[in-house]
């Protein structure tokens, strides 16, 4: 069975014309509030609780193994779902976008780590 799935999400953006000295001492909280972040929160999700377990531990560890390249991150995530749960397993990792998907049910995850690193994962073969 097929279900078409929906969200948006984005960021703030940071108001420009602050000196250097600000945005340096602003960075600071963000650092201690991504540190405080750093645990998985799922935005959506219609898995049944084992593979939904199972593939937030792949995408956390993921995202902590390629920190600065999501990328790889993505790709890591994707191998690892089609050779266990079969193929055609699709992975978004980032901040910002959109989407619109159709997925087979009981297969999407939209979760979020780090504070604002979202996380799709959907199949559709």
């Not at 997925?103 to 999407?108: F, Q």
């Amino acid at each position: 069975a097929w279900r078409p799935a929906s969200m948006t999400e984005g960021s703030e953006a940071v108001a420009s014309g602050a000196a250097a000295s600000e945005v340096a001492a602003d960075k600071a909280p963000e650092r201690d509030f991504r540190r405080l972040q750093n645990y998985a929160l799922v935005r959506s999700s219609d898995m049944n609780e084992e593979l939904r377990t199972e593939a937030m531990e792949l995408c956390v560890t993921a995202a902590e193994k390629f920190s600065t390249n999501n990328e790889a991150a993505a790709k890591m995530v994707k191998e690892t779902m089609d050779k266990k749960f079969g193929q055609a397993w699709h992975v978004v990792i980032g901040e910002g976008f959109a989407f619109e998907i159709t997925h087979e049910t009981k297969n999407l995850l939209y979760m979020f780590f780090g504070g604002n690193q979202a996380i799709l994962l959907w199949k559709c073969s």
